[in-house]
């Protein structure tokens, strides 16, 4: 190489995942085809669902949907990719009317570029499983493996009854995903915790069938598919589809936008800052406190500000007025 001759470097401005000039995964739109469904539905315990849905999402039934899915073609991520997507129907209410969607509570897959491509940019909790559809004979038949343990087997008779998409998403609706997106600081504090939603765009049904489908699970306390028990089996779809995956949304509060922070001390205290659009009259900095938390919180230029960690006074004063004299300079109160 000759002496003085220029590098060509990355181009990190227009980086959208790593490695640079390798991505892991495309930038949206994800198109993608030959795509084969085994969904199945089965009725559990309202409260099981509740345990695992985060506020200020709402569970609004007592279904649970099971996807175990061949994706055949998805440019950038690959061919022949296996599934299992866990639903159950949420609503969140904001100030501009309710949100009405599906919770994944658990998602596996057999793709390391769809499980990166999952958790980093929509916040689907993927992890690693050996997913497989098969139609054996007169049964279409879904399984999941984990640990060696086939922790979901299920099945549907083949191509039984003629159904459509309406009827798939009467009991839970999966073309919105909403989801919990954390992201951690390299220190290992919080980042950031939101709530986000992803929605499948121009759905193309080639096939649906329906029929009597069977859901069994088993115990694996790391891959924990059994806290959603099997009450009642429901019907099951087995289908064909075409779509593309766009970006998501950051869902807003129930007043409208928001925010939530959470940072983490040395000695493991955390503390938030969550602050929202509000409607009530500005206020001056007021304190509430309980056994073990406590919480700072003021409202100005039609911004709610909450500040809340560790019920220490004295600590949390002073935190609370670093967070406000920050906004302060910023001129966030101005905005």
């Not at 904001?94 to 958790?119: H, K, M, V, W």
């Not at 499948?200 to 598919?225: D, F």
Request: proline share 7%; net charge neutral; with cysteine.
């Amino acid at each position: 190489m000759t002496r003085g001759t220029a590098i060509d470097r990355p181009d990190v401005g227009n980086a959208w995942s790593t490695p640079l000039g390798a991505p892991l995964y495309p930038r949206y739109p994800i198109p993608f085809r030959d795509i084969e469904f085994l969904t199945l539905q089965y009725r559990t315990d309202p409260d099981a669902i509740r345990r695992l849905v985060p506020e200020p999402l709402e569970p609004t039934g007592d279904t649970v949907l099971l996807h175990v899915a061949r994706m055949g073609d998805v440019p950038g991520l690959g061919a022949e990719i296996h599934e299992c997507n866990v639903m159950v129907g949420v609503r969140l209410d904001t100030a501009g009317g309710s949100i009405s969607g599906s919770y994944s509570p658990y998602f596996f897959l057999d793709s390391d570029r769809a499980i990166a491509q999952g958790r980093e940019v929509q916040g689907q909790p993927k992890r690693a499983a050996i997913v497989d559809l098969q139609v054996r004979g007169d049964l279409v038949v879904g399984t999941v493996v984990a640990n060696g343990i086939e922790v979901l087997i299920g099945t549907l008779p083949y191509k039984q009854q003629p159904a459509s998409l309406d009827e798939l998403r009467s009991r839970v609706d999966m073309v919105t995903n909403i989801n919990l997106k954390i992201v951690p600081n390299m220190d290992g504090t919080i980042a950031l915790k939101q709530l986000v939603a992803r929605d499948l765009q121009n759905v193309r049904v080639l096939e649906c069938w329906s029929g009597p489908g069977t859901v069994e699970l088993r115990p694996n306390a790391a891959v924990p598919l059994y806290r959603l028990p099997v009450l009642e089996f429901l019907d099951g779809y087995h289908w064909r589809a075409e779509f593309e995956l766009v970006g998501g949304r950051l869902l807003p509060g129930p007043t409208g936008a928001a925010a939530f922070y959470m940072y983490e001390g040395p000695s493991g205290e955390r503390y938030t800052i969550y602050c929202a659009k509000a409607t009530a009259p500005e206020t001056a900095l007021r304190y509430r406190s309980g056994q073990q938390q406590a919480a700072f919180y003021w409202v100005d230029n039609q911004v709610a500000y909450v500040v809340s960690g560790p019920a220490d006074r004295a600590r949390l004063e002073k935190i609370t007025k670093m967070v406000y004299e920050q906004i302060d300079r910023s001129g966030a109160k101005k905005s």
